[in-house]
């Protein structure tokens, strides 16, 4: 399964970007699909995902200001951010988890302070 990922760039500290990804299959019923994010020097963490039948998690970091959402199609997600911070720089991936996992290449986002 190939993930492509858009929408990163640079940003101002609170401003809003919105990031896409799509898949080349739909996703399965069991599956999820979602973001992770990896800072300079840092592990990559989960910042949101969503399953198909619409289950959401989200990071604490990100709660009240990232929204993620699945387009009409079930291959795409979109991750709405807003009250971006300096700590939310980094490389976003695309990540879809069934029985087996898959990442895409992922999409840089910068917030100047």
């Not at 898949?23 to 399953?51: C, H, L």
């Not at 807003?82 to 980094?90: C, I, K």
Request: charged fraction near 20%; charge should be positive.
């Amino acid at each position: 399964v190939q993930l492509q990922a858009s929408g990163g760039g640079l940003v101002q500290a609170g401003g809003s970007l919105r990031l896409s990804c799509q898949a080349s299959r739909n996703m399965f019923t069991t599956e999820v699909m979602g973001w992770y994010r990896q800072a300079p020097g840092k592990e990559r963490e989960r910042v949101a995902d969503i399953s198909t039948q619409g289950r959401i998690r989200y990071a604490d970091s990100v709660k009240g200001r990232f929204t993620i959402s699945r387009g009409n199609a079930r291959n795409t997600v979109f991750l709405e951010m807003s009250s971006l911070q300096s700590e939310d720089t980094g490389r976003y991936y695309c990540h879809l988890r069934g029985g087996r996992q898959f990442w895409g290449q992922g999409t840089e986002v910068t917030v100047s302070s």
